[in-house]
């Protein structure tokens, strides 16, 4: 879909809210996640951590209200929901192994791992201008090859191919 919060949107600069948002705790790596994101919040960092089942409307406040959105540390690859948080303006954090890493020219999601998830998200946080330039880039990337109308292309190229 079409980006619905841009990032000029936001501000960047106060409180941020960093989002962890599963829908299935066991498939995000949650268990280790959230101990993290716990650590940040005694710093006094804003997190926010689903869990328990929320409307779509709810999930979709959290992110136009947000700013990272963890999504997932485990070896598989981006899903819905980075892609949804980049569409309300958050930088979506998720596991970036190389064989999707290879796919594409440019970098879908700001990696990170189990192991360098803190130090990821404390660099984001004590560099906001590290942190917009990284939304802007993401949400630049989901429009020109994630949009309705690139993915019609690309199936329209593959079909009309001489």
């Not at 993290?36 to 409307?55: D, Y």
């Not at 999601?109 to 803190?118: G, I, N, R, T």
Request: with cysteine; hydrophobic share 40%; aromatic share 8%.
């Amino acid at each position: 879909g079409d980006i619905q919060v841009g990032f000029s949107q936001k501000n960047y600069n106060d409180e941020l809210r960093i989002l962890h948002l599963p829908s299935n705790p066991a498939m995000k790596g949650s268990g280790e996640i959230i101990p993290i994101l716990n650590s940040l919040k005694r710093e006094g960092v804003a997190v926010i951590v689903k869990s328990e089942p929320w409307s779509r409307e709810k999930m979709l406040d959290e992110l136009s209200k947000g700013h990272i959105l963890v999504d997932s540390l485990l070896e598989y690859t981006f899903g819905k929901m980075s892609l949804e948080a980049i569409q309300y303006g958050c930088l979506a954090v998720n596991a970036y192994p190389d064989w999707i890493r290879n796919l594409y020219p440019e970098e879908v999601v700001h990696p990170a791992s189990v192991e360098s998830l803190k130090l990821v998200l404390e660099k984001l946080i004590a560099d906001r201008q590290l942190l917009t330039e990284k939304i802007r880039k993401q949400q630049e990337f989901v429009t020109k090859s994630f949009s309705i109308n690139s993915i019609g292309q690309y199936y329209k190229d593959i079909i009309f191919a001489e």
